[in-house]
């Protein structure tokens, strides 16, 4: 640091200030006020730079007298440490003294731990009874008291054995042996709460304190696990059938209990009645609408709140649904099943059902009930449908006209007089209906179906032509050989095409 360019700098700043203060000689008579501020300014400067100097010095003595206190701290540790090292040393053979102690106070440990559990070791026979009894009642929360107990003293018992350094194969299967019943308990109460979980529906309806009893129990056997991982980690004792991980299990049997419940409501087939399909879709929306008013309104008091089964039941009959609809669409559905699960796929997120009033469940983060790949495939498929049935109906309206073109009678007359069929008519209807029935699935369909439509009348105009050209030649022909034919009626069919063909739907369309 350089000191003289700094005070070079500074009275240069102080000339400059004095100059811009003194610019008018009547400002000469304020210098004395100028000196009184400067002096004031000057003297709280010094009195500031003396208090943060006092501060600093402060610290610094407080940190010296902190340095010198762990000093010594250090010193009395490291001579307490050196004591230590020297006893340790010179008590280094007592630990073959002490051999036997050590092998009394393990023996006293198990003499206490089996003191603790007699009561239960004599009682087991007793107690597994007692729990068979609870579970044939339905007393669940009591047996599992039974079955905890039970399961405590064989797991003290094989604590201590772990424990003990000559851990014998010979006691822990005696053991295991004596208490085989706990495991049967435990499988035969399992399958009670299964059971319960299974039909939540029913019992949060009629016996909710039911259900409660069962979750309460699987929340139980819950901590259980971690208290067992607890003991895995610190001791490496590992208890017999566990983790049990019941809670997991309770969520497969509600999923199982969904897909069984969607499943099982198709009455018939294809087979037994056409309309199959249709009466399926329309079961499984009841049942889910009723369903998930009930798991809104009554399930979620039941359940744990970290549970969340609310949401978790919307995911289960969605995800579980849309299992059924892919197995359904591998069933090779027809031209009208194709619709019908399509509109009822657009009917699932309306107020029908998913947004009813008293749902009003959001589905936009569960994803699609069919992928955009198979939903694409119906529709191609329904198409390919579509237009074979579309061909097949044109084959039998032309075949219908040729007949109605050689009958000895009068076509039909309008109004005006003029000859007509209703073929026109039935075409348009038929065109119409197909597009009324792909509006009811999406704007896409309606595309698909309406080119399809001008394609297949375009085709039917031409293959018209054709008939009526070869009709014409026919009655030509007829009429040469036999000259003695009328020829009426051919030409009132004749008369009757042209004005079909020239109506103006018809001329519109085309």
């Not at 003595?61 to 010594?72: D, F, I, K, S, Y």
Request: proline share 3%; with cysteine.
């Amino acid at each position: 640091m350089d000191i003289g360019r700094l005070e070079t700098d500074a009275k240069a700043a102080a000339s400059k200030h004095v100059i811009n203060m003194l610019q008018r000689p009547d400002q000469l008579e304020k210098v004395d006020q100028y000196k009184r501020r400067v002096m004031r300014k000057k003297a709280s400067v010094e009195a500031m730079l003396k208090t943060a100097m006092q501060s600093q010095l402060d610290g610094v003595r407080t940190g010296l007298n902190q340095l010198q206190t762990a000093l010594q701290d250090i010193r009395e540790i490291k001579h307490g440490l050196n004591e230590v090292e020297s006893a340790y040393t010179s008590v280094s053979h007592l630990s073959e003294k002490l051999k036997e102690l050590s092998v009394e106070s393990m023996k006293h440990t198990q003499y206490a731990s089996a003191v603790d559990n007699v009561k239960h070791i004599v009682n087991v026979p007793e107690n597994v009874e007692r729990a068979r009894n609870m579970i044939d009642e339905g007393n669940l929360l009591l047996a599992h008291k039974y079955i905890t107990d039970l399961e405590f003293s064989r797991n003290g018992l094989l604590l201590e054995l772990h424990k003990q350094q000559t851990d014998s194969p010979t006691d822990r299967n005696f053991i295991k042996q004596y208490f085989s019943d706990v495991d049967q308990l435990s499988d035969a109460l399992a399958k009670q709460l299964w059971m319960i979980i299974s039909r939540t529906i029913a019992y949060v309806r009629k016996e909710p304190t039911i259900l409660v009893t069962a979750l309460r129990i699987i929340e139980r056997e819950e901590m259980k696990d971690q208290y067992y991982i607890k003991h895995k980690s610190q001791l490496g004792f590992v208890a017999p059938g566990r983790p049990r991980k019941w809670r997991e299990h309770c969520f497969k049997v509600l999923e199982e209990a969904v897909a069984t419940k969607i499943e099982a409501n198709q009455m018939e087939d294809r087979s037994g009645h056409k309309m199959w399909l249709v009466r399926h879709l329309e079961v499984t929306r009841q049942l889910l609408l009723e369903d998930l008013k009930v798991v809104k309104m009554l399930c979620e008091p039941c359940f744990p709140p970290h549970y969340d089964i609310v949401n978790r039941f919307v995911k289960l009959y969605h995800d579980c649904l849309s299992q059924r609809l892919h197995e359904l669409v591998q069933d090779d559905l027809e031209g009208n099943e194709i619709v019908s699960l399509l509109n009822w796929i657009k009917l699932y997120s309306s107020s029908e059902l998913m947004q009813h009033p008293q749902l009003m469940f959001d589905t936009t983060q569960l994803g699609a009930l069919l992928d955009n790949k198979t939903v694409d495939g119906l529709i191609a498929k329904y198409i390919q449908t579509l237009e074979v049935n579309i061909n097949e109906w044109l084959a039998n309206t032309m075949k219908a006209e040729i007949k109605d073109w050689n009958q000895e009678s009068e076509p039909e007359a309008d109004s005006s007089g003029y000859f007509h069929t209703s073929m026109p008519v039935i075409l348009f209807q038929m065109i119409e209906q197909h597009l009324q029935v792909a509006a009811q699935i999406n704007d896409e369909m309606v595309n698909h179906v309406l080119a399809l439509c001008i394609q297949k009348v375009t085709d039917f105009a031409i293959m018209y032509k054709e008939g009526v050209e070869a009709f014409k030649k026919q009655h030509d022909v007829t009429r040469k050989k036999n000259r003695c034919s009328k020829p009426i009626h051919a030409k009132y069919s004749l008369l009757h095409t042209l004005h079909d063909c020239h109506r103006e739907q018809l001329r519109k369309f085309l």
